[in-house]
């Protein structure tokens, strides 16, 4: 029912995006540096449930909305569109690194997850994510709407969840080594930045049109 490449195609924006630094992962490696890597698990839970909260709040409403308002991919299209090319520019003008150590006062393991989950919860780049960008990847065409999100929303979920471990376990490392190196600074906001843009041409070019279920 999900086509091959509407999962690539949310794998490389999930990873585009998470890759891109943004305020769960500020967040995530303040904590990890700060706390230590259980605080920054305990925190990333958080931002897992954050996740689980947009998945289902958008695809209740997907099905019923592409539907009822075919015309309504084309906007959504074209504003996922824009928010990656925004996010490019950001991404290639960019200067301040999320691997900057910064002090921060020892939470309690409740504290950390609801921040987390806070944190993820008021992040507009996932919130505009699932609203704009996930769903034009959805074809109604091939019906099972509701299918189609969630699944696509947990190919998301599962980047950027293993993503963000990873940067959990090895904040501490990244920061030493990206202190002595900033070149490879560079070089991740003009990967990223390059890699958004290309995603935004392909979203706003793509000629494919809603069938209503």
């Known amino acids: 029912m999900v086509s091959s490449s509407a999962v690539l195609g949310v794998f490389a924006v999930a990873l585009a995006l998470v890759l891109t630094p ?19 698990a305990v925190s990333l839970a958080g931002v ?39 996010l490019a520019v950001q991404a290639l003008r960019g200067s301040v690194s999320a ?27 996932i919130a505009i994510m699932y609203i704009s960008v996930i769903p034009q990847f959805v074809d109604p065409a091939a019906g099972h709407l509701l299918l189609q999100g969630f699944t696509l929303g947990s190919v998301q979920i599962a980047v950027a969840v293993a993503v963000n471990l990873a940067i959990v376990v090895l904040a501490g490392s990244i920061a030493q080594f990206l202190a002595v190196r900033p070149t490879w600074l560079r070089v991740q906001r003009y990967l990223m930045g390059t890699v958004l843009g290309l995603l935004a041409v392909r979203i706003a070019t793509d000629g494919g049109r809603p069938v209503p279920a």
């Not at 943004?22 to 920054?40: D, F």
């Not at 998945?55 to 504003?79: H, Q």
């Not at 002090?103 to 944190?119: I, K, P, W």
């Open 48 to 86: 897992a449930l954050g996740f689980l909260v947009y998945l289902t709040a958008t695809n209740l409403g997907l099905a019923a909305v592409f539907t009822a308002v075919p015309a309504l991919y084309t906007a959504v299209k074209l504003a996922g569109a824009a928010y990656l090319a925004w």
């Open 22 to 40: 943004g305020p769960n992962m500020i967040y995530l490696v303040s904590r990890s540096i700060s706390q230590g890597r259980r605080a920054g």
């Open 99 to 125: 691997f900057e150590p910064t002090e921060l006062q020892q939470d309690s393991t409740r504290r950390l997850f609801t921040m987390g989950l806070v944190t993820n919860l008021l992040n507009p780049k």
